[in-house]
């Protein structure tokens, strides 16, 4: 949704992520072309050198979710996955018959683990009545923070592990985008009002006073972005997408980095000034 990708550049990269330590990847059933290229790079012994997750979209009923699994192994070419996880909350499928057919795959050794994604703490604790998860995986960044009241609390509780998806806010966190910029038709952002007028410009005056706060750390703005969203005790991983392995070393870059509390102070008064719930 946010440009095309060639498959032998998406197994190059994925496999030079692996090589340099990444260690967790996450695909989908609804990213198109992405389970098929994560096969073809996850042969030559890379599948035993990462932690596979994948995701059941769109249509949560037990068959549903029994078919996509055998549709993701297929694509993914392997036996098992290490986290199989509900891509999103959707009121149409009872959500105890969802995650008891989870729970089902669980046992029959189709995944290792299961988990659930852009579940709020409420959602998240009708989940665990049926079934106990790992994980959750929300939308949470420098511009969206509506996790931090509750949810990160909960998971704190309830030993959730967070894999964090849109820490860059959809590259509005990179920096490489000014007022003005045309998106191409087919890439999502061209429709976002966070990407246009007068919000757009008050995102990018916010991130150009945030990459001082990183220039000063020696670290870029995207630099500072992962890592400010790594400082929480529930987050257990970043997930960040990369189009080329000279993408990814950037983002490494973020990994170890710890702010001070003057640092973290500096940052929420120049978040005090952004648009709200990007």
């Given at each position: 949704?946010?440009?095309?990708?060639?498959?032998?550049?998406?197994?190059?990269?994925?496999?030079?992520?692996?090589?340099?330590?990444?260690?967790?990847?996450?695909?989908?059933?609804?990213?198109?072309?992405?389970?098929?290229?994560?096969?073809?790079?996850?042969?030559?012994?890379?599948?035993?050198?990462?932690?596979?997750?994948?995701?059941?979209?769109?249509?949560?009923?037990?068959?549903?979710?029994?078919?996509?699994?055998?549709?993701?192994?297929?694509?993914?070419?392997?036996?098992?996955?290490?986290?199989?996880?509900?891509h999103s909350w959707n009121p149409a499928y009872p959500i105890d018959e969802s995650m008891e057919a989870m729970a089902r795959l669980q046992e029959q050794g189709k995944t290792r683990y299961i988990g659930v994604s852009n579940f709020n703490a409420e959602r998240?604790?009708?989940?665990?009545?049926?079934?106990?998860?790992?994980?959750?995986?929300?939308?949470?960044?420098?511009?969206?923070?509506?996790?931090?009241?509750?949810?990160?609390?909960?998971?704190?509780?309830?030993?959730?592990?967070?894999?964090?998806?849109?820490?860059?806010?959809?590259?509005?966190?990179?920096?490489?985008?000014?007022?003005?910029?045309?998106?191409?038709?087919?890439?999502?952002?061209?429709?976002?009002?966070?990407?246009?007028?007068?919000?757009?410009?008050?995102?990018?005056?916010?991130?150009?006073?945030?990459?001082?706060?990183?220039?000063?750390?020696?670290?870029?703005?995207?630099?500072?972005?992962?890592?400010?969203?790594?400082?929480?005790?529930?987050?257990?991983?970043?997930?960040?997408?990369?189009?080329?392995?000279?993408?990814?070393?950037?983002?490494?870059?973020?990994?170890?980095?710890?702010?001070?509390?003057?640092?973290?102070?500096?940052?929420?008064?120049?978040?005090?000034?952004?648009?709200?719930?990007?």
């Amino acid at each position: 949704a946010m440009g095309h990708v060639e498959e032998q550049a998406a197994i190059t990269t994925t496999r030079a992520a692996i090589d340099a330590g990444v260690t967790l990847v996450d695909t989908a059933q609804s990213y198109l072309a992405s389970q098929g290229f994560l096969g073809k790079a996850l042969q030559d012994g890379y599948r035993e050198r990462c932690f596979l997750c994948t995701k059941v979209s769109n249509d949560f009923s037990p068959q549903a979710i029994y078919a996509a699994m055998e549709e993701s192994l297929r694509m993914l070419q392997v036996d098992c996955v290490d986290l199989y996880q509900i891509h999103s909350w959707n009121p149409a499928y009872p959500i105890d018959e969802s995650m008891e057919a989870m729970a089902r795959l669980q046992e029959q050794g189709k995944t290792r683990y299961i988990g659930v994604s852009n579940f709020n703490a409420e959602r998240m604790a009708q989940a665990g009545e049926t079934a106990h998860f790992n994980s959750n995986q929300p939308r949470y960044n420098l511009l969206d923070r509506r996790i931090e009241a509750e949810d990160l609390p909960y998971c704190e509780q309830h030993g959730i592990g967070n894999l964090i998806h849109s820490p860059l806010g959809q590259g509005l966190l990179t920096g490489r985008y000014r007022p003005g910029h045309q998106f191409a038709a087919s890439d999502r952002r061209a429709q976002s009002s966070s990407f246009q007028g007068e919000a757009f410009e008050r995102i990018v005056a916010t991130t150009d006073r945030l990459r001082e706060v990183a220039a000063n750390r020696g670290l870029s703005l995207i630099q500072l972005a992962i890592s400010w969203v790594l400082r929480q005790q529930a987050v257990s991983c970043v997930l960040v997408g990369a189009k080329s392995p000279e993408q990814f070393h950037e983002h490494l870059g973020a990994v170890g980095v710890e702010f001070t509390e003057e640092e973290l102070t500096r940052i929420e008064t120049i978040l005090e000034d952004a648009p709200a719930g990007v």
